[in-house]
């Protein structure tokens, strides 16, 4: 049986419709990403990457869903099986769901200053439904965004394997270092409910405007700072290097909407954005 047969058999627990066609979707994706095409309309099948805690999942999709259904922000809506729940299991032991696919614009980067702004306000409106969710996430990604753990994990690897500490630069080695003293300390005491994976190829824009987001698999406890930057990183750099303008129309479209004043947004972005790039 070929894949795309298998796919179809697996869509069947899901949805009645005649499958048309089946592709691979998208880039960058942890799980595998198929675009499912019907007579009526389109979904999207995933199977979910090995590891993921599927009840983990389950009950942060029950968590954000309410808010955003009773908004108008377009997120993934997971369909349920013809058993009732969420996930199918395939014959190898594989989780897989399904959704309806949310038509959006494809955006070019550079972004223009109006698409930025437009980018900033739309974040900032995801920021506000996720303050209308009752309780608190569990982290299906432990420590996404833990800079300490990722230096120990670094330095344990380094002190037992010989080969490679042979070859390390002591220059880039005591930069790493310093660079993460003052990473460590750097504290941010928000304490919110974030999407945790904000770049710009998970948003959705229609029109020119920012209308939904996907991938909400990182959704967790964690600084808004955190997505700010994380969306800045994706959006405003050139050839490696911030456009300061562009973060500006950004942060701009961001505190038009923000219930968080403007001091508490241009106050920490800079440094939260340096740390994520000294992390990846």
Same mark, same amino acid.
């Given at each position: 049986?070929?894949?795309? &047969? ?13 499958? $048309? ?23 999207? *099948? ?5 590891? &993921?805690?599927? %009840? %983990? ?29 969420? !996930? ?9 769901? /399904? ?6 614009? =494809?955006?070019?980067?550079? &972004?223009?200053?109006?698409? *930025? ?6 974040? =900032?409106? /995801? ?8 309780? %608190? ?6 420590? $996404?965004?833990? $800079? ?14 010989? =080969? ?40 959705? !824009? %229609? ?12 959704? &967790? ?60």
């Amino acid at each position: 049986m070929s894949d795309n &047969m298998k796919h179809e058999e697996i869509c069947k627990n899901y949805i009645d419709d005649k499958v $048309l066609a089946i592709s691979p979707l998208g880039d960058g994706h942890i799980n595998d990403t198929f675009l499912i095409e019907t007579e009526d309309c389109n979904y999207v *099948l995933q199977r979910l990457f090995k590891g &993921m805690d599927k %009840k %983990k999942l389950e009950y942060n999709y029950n968590l954000y869903s309410e808010p955003f259904d009773e908004s108008d922000w377009g997120y993934p809506k997971w369909l349920k099986t013809n058993d009732g729940g969420f !996930f199918h299991t395939d014959i190898n032991g594989d989780n897989w769901r /399904m959704y309806h696919y949310i038509i959006g614009d =494809a955006i070019d980067l550079p &972004m223009s200053k109006d698409m *930025l702004y437009a980018c900033g306000s739309g974040l =900032a409106r /995801m920021h506000a439904v996720f303050q209308k969710i009752k309780g %608190k996430p569990k982290e299906v990604f432990p420590h $996404l965004h833990d $800079l300490r753990f990722y230096y120990d994990k670094y330095t344990r690897i380094i002190s037992e394997n010989v =080969a490679i500490d042979e070859h390390r630069d002591e220059r880039i080695e005591k930069r790493i270092k310093d660079l993460n003293s003052r990473f460590t300390d750097y504290t941010d005491d928000d304490q919110s409910i974030i999407h945790g994976d904000t770049k710009v190829a998970n948003a959705i !824009f %229609k029109d020119r405007q920012m209308i939904g987001f996907l991938d909400f698999d990182t959704v &967790m406890t964690g600084s808004i700072n955190t997505d700010i930057a994380d969306c800045i990183r994706s959006c405003c750099f050139t050839d490696g290097v911030l456009d300061q303008a562009s973060a500006e129309s950004f942060i701009e479209g961001y505190i038009s909407v923000s219930l968080s004043s403007k001091e508490e947004v241009t106050s920490k972005w800079k440094d939260t954005l340096r740390k994520i790039c000294y992390v990846l």
